[in-house]
């Protein structure tokens, strides 16, 4: 009868709440006492959102989170440039120290990516719950609801037929029971499971030598070392090992996060409540360890230390390391640097006292001084091996393709041997092709202690990039040959020789053991095939009975000196030239083209000229103009290339002349920047042709007429019988014409319009077919320009360069790219 009065009277007031937007925490309470069956029976009917009533509530009763820490995002440039500072300072540190850096700093290398509080961590059961917390209440039974509790500012929370219930400053545990409880009393076949929704932000402060000192909002559940990972971590000047928590200005406790680093021990990370202080104080006195073991750094020491202790904050020795000779380096009373040792074997070396300041440095123990044999280069299996007497070389190199690289030399290896009551150094030749397949034979030497087998990289296998590449003979023997050199006294001089010439790897060696030629070129690889066999050099330093030097040149039989039987033992020095046949597979070509017989490339001999090779090739067809042959050059090809760059350097410094002058000359000066322009676009367009004047006819006709000697790469083109005159440059109609009998220099210019406004009609010049230039004007044999032309033919009329500002450049690069146009011109008309 009640529930049905409550229905009634809230039904009542629905619309009024509707309508006003308010509802009275009374009305609310009356609401909240309802099954949730009806609330949302009631809601439904009169249009009102459940969650606005039920939620406005629980917002007013959480405290609100206050961002007290702006996200990373928004961190001024002042304050990059401050962290960059920091980090300078830092860099400089470690290196007055020595490349030693302090250690643990790296454990917050990484800044905050938000400074929102931390809520995914596991909530423990004596959490201690208070204001912002909500408890999550599931029901299931007779009832079935999902209750979000907020605990309000007092500390209680509103628990629906029930009313409060104070949950602030108990346990999580002790909650969850006693929420428990209540849901067993007041609801019969009702049970609950107590959960820990959101939680409380708290705020607290990270202070003293953190990178970003300040107030932080935190989750409840955050520890000291949650505060300093958001506060960006400690500076290098702050202590790891005295990190303090305090409380209402009371020390709660102290954080070394040695404890944390080196042991995984966790239980000093206490766990922080609302207004605690983390307080972090400069760094306590350092010592620095480095040398063989595992965390080379610099330590902070935390009252007395031993040299043990801080070995195992090191992480302790290595396998290398040498215990009995630790080296310690330290500040006396007077304020100087001396060295102390420590032998960390015994009791009393590990107990030695570390000060702050100290410096120590574990050695490593020697390399392997005996009962070895050493490979190295382009083996498969590089490194040191065990050494036992009566060993050869295939005892530890049995297969050519499964010891050796593929870029190996299989024919060649050099053994460094070393002498043990002298120290010195000798080298042996090894066949190591014959060593690996007779074992046992003359070429499977025997090794002794201490023995260097140097496997070479053959220059025609390796290619690019690959993998063995960089084992030559050079690269191998040059601290063997630095060795050699080093270790040369009077009475005893370096044994090294030299040798060039057409062998496969020239170059300086060490002397062969039996001082032979045939051994010393067959450590260079080998002679080429354009070697002479008649004839070497070996130059040899010698001392006269006066004591002064000289040199010998002595002449060899190469072919004897091969098939050992010169009578010659090299010495100290020597240099041994191989010569080279004399023109050996040179092959020196000339090409015919165009109207000769049988066109082609030939080879020519030594002193063989241009017409007995044109006799070779059968002579010039009937059709044949030889006066327009072209004959061209490589020599004169790089030469004209040559004028072509110095023409275009000198047109592009013309060019910006022009352009600086400025419009003084009536608005002509854009004119004049366009047509310098045009010629630099045409010089550098222009290939070099190479062409040399000749005259083929009386080359070919004339015994009398200066032959031509043919160089490498010369190149006759013959075109056929023209029919035209050519009228280039400053014409109105650049063109070719028909020739006709009779015709002058005029003539054709007037037939290709007549010249241009920017011509130079007192500079016109012709260009024969055979490639020279005649003035019509100056010649001795025409009167003026009533020349008569003959066909191949070419006019041209020049540009004004005195109407340019004196530009007389011009008319030479002009004459260089006509020659040039014709020159092409007659090789692609045939």
């Not at 962290?83 to 470690?94: F, M, P, Y």
């Not at 020519?604 to 000229?609: A, I, K, Q, S, V």
């Not at 029919?723 to 005029?746: C, I, N, Y």
């Amino acid at each position: 009868m009640n529930a049905q009065k409550l229905l009634i009277s809230l039904a009542l007031l629905f619309p009024l709440a509707t309508q006003a937007q308010s509802i009275s925490p009374a009305q609310l309470e009356q609401f909240k006492q309802l099954p949730r069956a009806q609330q949302e029976a009631l809601a439904s009917q009169y249009g009102v959102d459940l969650n606005n009533i039920t939620g406005s509530q629980r917002a007013s009763q959480r405290p609100e989170q206050v961002n007290v820490v702006e996200p990373v995002a928004t961190i001024t440039d002042e304050e990059r440039d401050r962290a960059r500072e920091q980090k300078e300072q830092e860099d400089k540190q470690t290196a007055k120290n020595g490349g030693l850096k302090p250690y643990g700093y790296d454990l917050f290398a990484g800044s905050p990516t938000t400074f929102a509080p931390v809520t995914e961590i596991p909530v423990p059961s004596d959490y201690t719950m208070g204001p912002g917390d909500v408890l999550r209440v599931q029901m299931w039974g007779n009832q079935n609801q999902n209750l979000e509790l907020p605990v309000s500012r007092d500390g209680t929370i509103s628990f629906p037929d029930s009313g409060p219930v104070t949950v602030a400053g108990l346990s999580f545990d002790e909650a969850r029971q006693q929420i428990r409880k209540r849901v067993s009393e007041q609801y019969i076949g009702v049970d609950a499971a107590v959960t820990l929704g959101e939680l409380r932000s708290m705020r607290v402060f990270v202070l003293g030598e953190a990178r970003n000192p300040g107030s932080y909002s935190v989750s409840s559940l955050s520890t000291i070392t949650n505060a300093l990972y958001v506060s960006g971590g400690i500076k290098q000047n702050g202590s790891l090992r005295n990190v303090q928590h305090k409380r209402n200005g009371q020390l709660v406790g102290t954080l070394d996060l040695y404890d944390l680093l080196q042991k995984g021990d966790s239980s000093a990370d206490n766990r922080l409540q609302p207004g605690d202080v983390i307080f972090i104080p400069p760094v306590g006195k350092r010592a620095g360890i480095e040398g063989e073991v595992y965390r080379p750094a610099l330590y902070e020491l935390k009252g007395d230390n031993t040299l043990a202790e801080l070995v195992r904050m090191a992480g302790g020795l290595t396998t290398q390391a040498y215990p009995q000779r630790i080296n310690i380096e330290r500040t006396n009373e007077d304020f100087l640097r001396i060295i102390a040792e420590a032998d960390y074997t015994g009791r009393q070396g590990q107990n030695a006292r570390v000060q702050a300041g100290d410096r120590i440095r574990i050695p490593s123990i020697s390399d392997i001084t005996g009962q070895y044999v050493e490979i190295k280069g382009a083996a498969t299996r590089a490194g040191k091996f065990a050494w036992m007497p009566g060993m050869r070389v295939s005892s530890i190199l049995q297969s050519l393709d499964a010891d050796l690289m593929p870029t190996a030399d299989k024919r060649y290896a050099a053994i460094v041997r070393t002498d043990q009551q002298t120290d010195t150094i000798a080298v042996l030749n090894l066949r190591i092709r014959d060593a690996i397949q007779n074992a046992g034979s003359e070429h499977d030497l025997l090794l002794e202690e201490k023995d260097r087998i140097l496997i070479f990289s053959d220059a025609g296998k390796v290619q690019s990039g690959e993998q063995g590449g960089n084992y030559t003979r050079e690269n191998l023997f040059a601290p063997v040959l630095q060795r050699l050199k080093a270790q040369a006294q009077p009475g005893s001089p370096q044994q090294t020789i030299r040798i060039s010439g057409p062998v496969r790897y020239p170059g300086e060696y060490p002397m062969p053991a039996t001082r032979s030629l045939a051994d010393a070129v067959f450590v260079a690889g080998g002679l080429k095939d354009s070697a002479s066999l008649y004839q070497a050099e070996v130059a040899r330093y010698t001392t006269d009975d006066s004591g002064i030097g000289q040199t010998n040149i002595l002449n060899i039989n190469l072919a004897d000196a091969m098939a050992g039987n010169a009578d010659l033992n090299l010495q100290s020095r020597d240099t041994i030239l191989i010569k080279s046949i004399p023109d050996f597979a040179t092959t020196r070509t000339v090409t015919l083209a165009g109207e000769v017989r049988y066109p082609g490339e030939y080879t020519f001999r030594d002193g063989e000229t241009l017409k007995d090779v044109v006799q070779r090739a059968g002579g010039l067809t009937n059709n044949a103009f030889p006066t327009g042959s072209v004959f061209t050059r490589a020599k004169l090809r790089e030469l004209e290339a040559q004028r072509l760059r110095e023409a275009e350097e000198r047109l592009q410094g013309d060019l910006l002349g022009v352009q600086l002058e400025g419009d003084g000359f009536g608005g002509q000066n854009a004119e004049r920047v366009q047509q310098v322009q045009g010629l630099l676009e045409e010089v550098q367009s222009s290939r070099p042709l190479g062409r040399m004047v000749i005259d083929l006819a009386a080359i070919l006709d004339n015994e009398n007429y200066q032959a031509i000697r043919l160089q490498d790469g010369d190149r006759l083109t013959v075109p056929i019988i023209p029919q035209a005159v050519s009228v280039f440059g400053e014409v109105q109609f650049p063109t070719s014409h028909l020739h006709q009998a009779g015709l002058t220099v005029d003539d054709y210019l007037e037939r290709s319009g007549g010249p241009t406004r920017q011509a130079d009609e007192s500079r016109v010049y012709v260009v024969k077919a055979d490639g020279s230039v005649t003035l019509p004007q100056r010649s001795r044999w025409f009167g003026g320009r009533s020349q008569q032309l003959e066909p191949g033919d070419t006019i041209i009329m020049p540009i004004d360069v005195d109407r340019l500002n004196q530009l007389e450049l011009w008319t030479n690069v002009s004459q260089i790219i006509y020659q040039m146009a014709l020159g092409a011109a007659a090789v692609n008309s045939l």
